[in-house]
């Protein structure tokens, strides 16, 4: 799926969060008090994909998908002919 603006990346994020949510059979409730964050603020995020970042991760951390996190935005590894040119150019 190709997403096109903030709206729908902010959309699929919090259906993700409410889709593992109910595979793990939780309620909000008891996702906001395991993340440590007020209920409105966790129906918020799971509603509209609004809140803060700060929140975000403590609710993947509740969820158990802190690790998902290197998925996202990955940055590709350095090649030994990438270092030398790299190395070679700063002389």
Known sequence: MQLYT??????????????????????????AAKADVPLSTYARIEQRGE???KD?????MALGRADEIE???QT???TPMDAYARIKTKR
Request: proline letters at 0%.
């Open 71 to 73: 998925k996202i935005l």
């Open 6 to 31: 903030h709206q729908d990346i902010q959309h699929q994020i919090a259906d993700k969060i409410k889709a593992v949510r109910k595979q793990q059979k939780k309620t909000q409730k008891q996702m």
């Open 76 to 78: 590709q590894a350095e």
């Open 56 to 60: 975000f991760a403590k609710i993947l």
């Open 51 to 53: 809140g803060s970042l």
